[in-house]
């Protein structure tokens, strides 16, 4: 730099002198004398104030070293004294640096402007270097260099770049899906894991808008518009994935804004799928909890009831069937009688039906070919929905036998052909089906409530009304009904549940509105060969005793009355007792022949059970009819007779009764 203020003062002295020569034009010379002036405060200031390292080089080298400051940083730059007239670099002895920057001037001669990043000796620091050409008429003499220190702007260019592939890899990395929305609600970024989580890639996905495919239910969450705006925090919603199932996520949506204006929207997913569906399982499992409980509350409170109750409906029958036999079928009276027959029996049928929802009535399991069984009552049941209505009989080739109480496979058809028939506008048609069925571990995982193994299925059908989902839910409820009021109890479907259940199978039901119903009932296969070919069901008549004694053990007067009554009638002796004390005191000091003991199985003192074990000791060959309005498990094993036992359900009907009588004394 003082090389060129000393030229710059040189000039202006030589114009000075001219000046003073009276032959040049004087206002010319000021004029130039001037601008070197300025030129030079100018140059001086720029020097002065830059931080940049500034050379200018020619084809030989540095042409003019400039200030003594710049000098000490260039030896600090290069590691090398600047000085004129050579070239710093091929003083560093690298040969790599020499070769490089011959290259680089080589360019600056050839007229080329560029600029050049590159290190210090040391690594420690970034410079970058602008060569721009000197030109002279035309023809390079020259060229700058204009160093400048970057070190500062590197090291941050650096950061951004480490932070920026910090985020990058987060955000490929993250177990969480991540989705940018736009302003406009289109797609601007999904990370990795939103692919791996919906399935969806980038490509399905980018740029586009409302509805996303995904989408299952957005509407119940307001527009996504909004949710930018305000973000949305822990809302757990249900999406739909590319191979179309369906899944739980948990989204929270951050609206990103810059002066006030919303720029993106970042939306974050985490799968929480097996944590609802596990919910949903505990839901389900306590609504099923919730449902035994009051079933078994009912069955507890309709088998509590159920002793007493038949006891009262045993009377009624039992005295209009003997007001029955002294009244003329002409006579008003008998058909007053009849009613109050009537009504008791279908008292009657609901406390048995509720019995059998609670799992609480007696039964005698039997080895069944359910195909034989069903056949045999087809007649009946083609009476019973009309003659409006088809039936269909489809039997499975060799459906398996089951082992079940006859009587129960009739209370099924019944009610699902009665329901079926109520069902069914006008005429229609009924399908009864069997076949066998096999469950493996992975269908009964999938599907609640079913068990694998071998069942043989029997399936009835109609093309009725249907049902919606909601009721579906409700129809194995006690006193639940679909039917018109007054034109159903509700305990028919109940009964069926109750006894299916009892017999360690499993109910199925598939309806939609307007197209029929059909109910799959899967019974476990039974092992054993010997079938119980089914019967013609037929009503016995009444026969008389020869004589035999019958001890009578019931704790109700009003029954043991009517019983002695009727014993009587049917030409048996009878000694009647009303607790078990009596029974065991009469029979001790008895000294002919007793033949049969009919007791109640509930009794005070001792139960019926414990009565007729005492007294069967005492008398040999003693047989014993045990009557039951509700056994409990006196007499049963989880619901089923004991082998060799003898029992009638109350309440019964006279003929029934003496039929039963004369049966158990003459097996």
Known sequence: MQNIEKELEKKIKELETRLENETEDKIRLLEEIEELRRIRTYYNALMQNTED????????????????RYKQRGEKLLNIEIKSGIQPHKLSGNPETIKYWDSLQARALNGEQFIAEYNDVNNSRYFETLFSPIKQGGKVTGFTEITRDITARKLIEKALQESESFNSSLLKNSPTAIVVYNPDTSVRYVNPFFETLTGFSSGDVLGIKIPYPWSVEDAKYGSIEKRQ?????????????KNGEIAWSEINVTPIYKDGEL?????????ISERKNAEQEKEKLQKQLQQAQKMEAIGNLAGGVAHDYNNISSVIMGYAEL?????KPDDPLHGYLNHILDASKRATDITKQLLAFARKQPIAPKVLDLNDTIKSMLSMIKRLIGEDIDLAWMPGPDTWSVKMDPSQVDQILVNLSVNARD??????KVTIETANVIFDEEYCSDHLGFKPGEYAMLAVSDDGIGMTLEQQEKIFEPFYTTKDFGKGT??????IYGIVKQNNGFINVYSEPGKGSTFRIYLPKEETSQTVKPVDKKVMSSSFGQGQTIMVAEDDKAILELIEMVLKKLRYHVLGTSTPKEALKLAGGYTSKIDLLITDIVLPEMNGRELAEVLCKQHADLKVLFMSGYTANVILHRGVLDEGINNIAKPFSLEAFAAKVKEVLEA
Do not use: H, M, P
Request: net charge positive; with cysteine.
């Open 53 to 68: 390292f500034i050379l200018i080089c020619d084809s030989n080298g540095v042409s003019q070293a400039f200030n003594e």
């Open 490 to 495: 509700g305990l028919g479907l109940s009964t």
């Open 263 to 271: 720029i993106y929207s970042l939306g974050t997913w985490i799968d």
């Open 423 to 428: 069902a069914i506008v006008n005429v229609g």
């Open 323 to 327: 007001a029955l036999t002294t009244v």
């Open 229 to 241: 705006k305000e973000g949305v925090k822990r809302s757990e919603r249900k999406f739909r994935k």
